[in-house]
């Protein structure tokens, strides 16, 4: 299995049926979960922000990353903002 131009070498070999047992055994469990929670949150009108980490290659697509974290999000600009700011008062840099 490759994600852009990396080969996970985890994934290497992996057959149709050990594909679906790991969705089965943790995709799957998690998503359930993670749904189950939002949506009890949003039930009880409680407000929640998402968090959460992915690893990445420090090259996409032929290109050096010149960062090694980064802050995605879709809708909730002034979060990620706020984390950028924090980081940059305790690192020295940021780039929006």
């Known amino acids: 299995m490759v994600s852009e131009a990396t080969a996970i070498p985890g994934n290497a070999g992996l057959g149709t049926a050990e594909r679906e047992e790991r969705r ?29 980490i992915h690893s990445f290659t420090p090259v996409f697509l032929g290109e050096r990353r010149p960062w090694h974290a980064g802050i995605a999000f879709e809708r909730a600009m002034p979060m990620p903002m706020r984390c950028g700011r924090r980081w940059k008062r305790r690192r020295g840099s940021w780039s929006a």
């Open 24 to 52: 089965r055994r943790i995709f799957e469990p998690f998503h359930s979960y993670l749904s189950s929670a939002l949506d009890g949150r949003d039930r009880r009108g409680l407000p929640t922000r998402l968090v959460t």
